[in-house]
């Protein structure tokens, strides 16, 4: 089939279908504020309700949704798995019949959530009824192409799959190599499968398909960003990707309006990027995804809390959809200590940083916050990587209330992230030698009433100053350096933080910010070049 012949066929099958979930007028979703519980935490993080190595259990389950009960949550998110293998009594995918052949090709049992579901068990229908006891609606996010793990769905001698396997790959996802992005490859990019196959989104729809028919759910997200991977992008064009995704929406939102119970509206998110460049990329026209019935979209750097995002046009886009802000327990992972997953440090996110990226955010256009990943302030993966800590639940109602955020003080910062597909690089690490000028952008909302006092902009660099000697302005106007290199702010979190080998520091006037995009320039005046790898700037 030729490109134009696909787009026809693609684009015909989405204008026959209905716009019955566009077509009623609805009230934007009230959610003020979205944390995600991916599940695996709960046997992967030590916490006050599970020691290391403990399996899985529904009580732990029940604690994850109580611990978070009058913090200002009252949407809560559960990831059950990978969006490949139920953890759900399920027809669609018999589990008996699935960890034989598990057991038959890999030598693995189940994990401790597989044996709960064998045993009986039903991690969806716990989560419901936990969160409507506890007050929070209950959304299944569902990951629509995770990658973890599936390098060894084909092992070679001297692979050594781990339990894992058994939630990662299935018997039609094996038998099927040329469905994957590059059959072959062992990038994960190349390993999750091609949405230009109808096979590939029929057996996705159908898992949806068992939740929204077999349980009371307040609503649905759609993960696209595990992963940032769908189809074959030299074999497709924006308006192919385009009419798969967007008919894809639709089908889930009549799916939704056709067993919704109570004449109840069941509300559909779509957990997105947070840059134009990739919703491209991925197929993801969020206006026509609006027009087919999508009522939250939820913008995401995927695993970081950032500054650095395009969130006020993505509010332009959408002006009628609930909009929301995703953060992340961390802004910046370190290199990897050794072989494995999991195995980086991290820089924690502060609550200071926390608060003024709900702060840009709202000012940005953004009906609420979401929450992503925060119970990994929790020791896991190997005390190297510590250390750890209780995650800061009180930040919480904080995040609720704008006018409240906006009188607090600020912490502003660019961190190394990932890079998104199809994006330019991160504005840090950044190279700079003798001579040059390295230009950065911070998009700064300011507090109510303006700043007061000014504040200090700080670099970080990754190896220890010696006789370098910078110059920096801010919007065109010099800042004089200060000795003062502390942290802006009490951090109780050490990991990946600056030294005084590594940090330099000026002072920055009330009068020198604006609200919006503030350009920074950092020329390097004398000594050898530099790798520039975090800057932040307190404000008050």
């Known amino acids: 089939m030729n490109r134009r012949q696909f787009h026809r066929i693609a684009v015909g099958s989405i204008a026959a279908m209905p716009l019955r979930g566009a077509e009623q007028a609805q009230d934007k979703a009230p959610f003020k504020l979205i944390y995600s519980n991916d599940t695996t935490n709960i046997t992967s993080c030590v916490s006050p309700f599970h020691k290391a190595r403990e399996p ?29 293998v139920p953890m759900w009594p399920s027809k ?16 693995q049992v189940p994990d401790s959530f597989g044996q709960y579901v064998l045993n009986g068990g039903d991690v969806v229908k716990v989560f419901i009824e936990r969160c409507h006891l506890r007050g929070q609606a209950a959304f299944i996010s569902f990951r629509l192409n995770d990658a973890h793990h599936k390098e060894f769905a084909d092992p070679a001698p001297g692979d050594k799959p781990g339990s894992s396997i058994c939630m990662s790959v299935t018997r039609f996802y ?19 499968q091609n949405w230009a196959v109808p096979e590939v989104r029929a057996q996705k729809l159908a898992l949806i398909t ?5 349980y009371d759910l307040d609503g649905l997200e759609l993960d696209f960003l595990r992963f940032y991977s769908f189809f074959r992008t030299d074999e497709t064009i924006r308006e192919q990707r385009c009419a798969i995704m967007t008919g894809f929406v639709k089908e889930v939102r009549l799916l939704l309006d056709r067993t919704a119970r109570e004449g109840k509206r069941r509300w559909l998110c779509a957990r997105v990027p947070c840059y134009l460049e990739t ?5 993801l026209d969020l206006p026509a995804m609006i027009a087919a019935g999508l009522d939250m979209v939820n913008a995401s750097a995927h695993y970081f809390t950032t500054q650095h995002h395009d969130l006020a046009t993505i509010r332009q886009q959408v002006p009628k959809a609930a909009l929301y802000f ?4 961390s802004t910046w992972n370190g290199p990897k200590l050794r072989e494995g997953y999991d195995v980086f440090p991290f820089r924690r996110t502060t609550q200071e940083q926390f608060q003024s990226t709900a702060h840009q955010a709202y000012a940005r256009g953004a009906d609420g916050m979401s929450l992503f990943n925060f119970a990994y302030y929790r020791e896991h993966g190997g005390a190297d990587r510590g250390p750890f800590h209780e995650p800061p639940f009180e930040v919480f109602k904080r995040l609720r209330d704008p006018s409240g955020l906006a009188q607090q003080p600020q912490h502003w910062f660019l961190a190394p992230g990932w890079r998104a597909p199809g994006t330019k690089p991160t504005p840090v690490p950044r190279k700079i030698a003798l001579g040059q000028t390295a230009k950065f952008v911070l998009d700064l909302a300011p507090p109510m009433n303006g700043w007061k006092s000014g504040g200090r902009m700080r670099l970080q660099t990754s190896e220890p100053i010696t006789d370098q000697r910078f110059i920096v302005s801010l919007n065109g106007k010099a800042l004089s350096p200060t000795s003062d290199i502390t942290e802006p ?24 910010p604006h609200d919006g995009l503030n ?15 975090f800057i932040d700037l307190a404000l008050k």
């Not at 899985?56 to 990978?82: K, M, N, R, S, Y």
């Open 56 to 84: 899985f259990t529904a009580a732990a389950l029940e604690v994850t949704i109580d611990e978070v009960a009058g913090t200002g949550v009252d949407a809560h998110f559960l990831q059950p798995g990978l969006g490949m």
């Open 92 to 107: 669609v995918l018999p589990l008996a019949e699935h960890y034989a052949w598990i057991k038959q090709r890999y030598a």
């Open 174 to 192: 094996c038998e099927h190599p040329e469905y994957r992005i590059k059959p072959g490859s062992k990038r994960a990019a190349d390993l999750v």
């Open 210 to 214: 068992e939740l929204c028919e077999n």
């Open 279 to 283: 919703l491209d990329l991925l197929g």
């Open 326 to 329: 995703e953060m992340c327990h």
């Open 489 to 512: 702010y009490p951090d109780p979190y050490p990991s990946l933080l600056g030294t005084p080998q590594t940090l330099r520091a000026w002072l920055v006037p009330a009068t020198f």
């Open 519 to 533: 350009q920074l320039a950092v020329m390097l005046e004398a000594g050898s070049a530099a790798e520039i790898v």
